[in-house]
């Protein structure tokens, strides 16, 4: 009976090597047919190697222009940046001179209000003294005259009466 039992046992171990074997030449057919192999050769390891060398010396350069560009933005934008503060320094110094330049102008201003208002006096007292001047002139003329007349009356009596006459 053992002997039985263990051709039974032999049967099933085989039955089941057969069953297992079976099922892992199917696995592999469906596994060839439904999914492509995923296998390199050493030429496929080799391209990719360089590809990647080449895209890190790519990257590499990149990397170096980038880092130029960045330095050479960092000069423009601190050469800038100083433009920009003393442009402000400038308008500040400039908005300055304006406050006192609008400052000066107003006291100018004022002051030719004030040396309007004297012109105007001065000119009404220019005038009033040209007047005078001009009435003074007239009375001299007039005792001129008259002074002319008298002296006339004066040599007529004077050689009348016989007296030397001063011409």
């Given at each position: 009976m053992n002997q039985i039992k263990a051709v039974v046992w032999g049967a099933a171990l085989v039955l089941l090597a057969?069953?297992?074997?079976?099922?892992?030449?199917l696995y592999e057919r469906i596994e060839s047919t439904v999914a492509p192999k995923d296998t390199a050769t050493k030429d496929d390891i080799k391209r990719v190697e360089l590809k990647t060398k080449q895209l890190d010396q790519e990257v590499n350069?990149?990397?170096?222009?980038?880092?130029?560009?960045?330095?050479?933005?960092?000069?423009?934008?601190?050469?800038?940046?100083?433009?920009?503060?003393?442009?402000?320094?400038?308008i500040g110094d400039l908005q300055g001179e304006v406050s006192t330049?609008?400052?000066?102008?107003?006291?100018?201003k004022e002051k030719g209000e004030a040396n309007a208002a004297s012109i105007k006096d001065l000119?009404?007292?220019?005038?009033?003294?040209?007047?005078?001047?001009?009435?003074?002139?007239?009375?001299?003329?007039?005792?001129?005259?008259?002074?002319?007349s008298?002296?006339?009356?004066?040599?007529?009596?004077?050689?009348a009466l016989g007296l030397k006459s001063p011409n």
């Open positions: 057969l069953i297992g074997g079976t099922g892992w030449l350069d990149v990397k170096s222009e980038l880092k130029a560009y960045i330095e050479q933005n960092d000069k423009k934008v601190a050469a800038l940046s100083e433009r920009v503060g003393k442009s402000e320094k400038e330049l609008k400052s000066e102008m107003k006291q100018v000119q009404d007292q220019i005038a009033e003294k040209e007047k005078r001047i001009a009435d003074l002139e007239k009375e001299r003329d007039k005792t001129k005259q008259e002074l002319q008298l002296q006339k009356d004066i040599d007529e009596i004077k050689k």
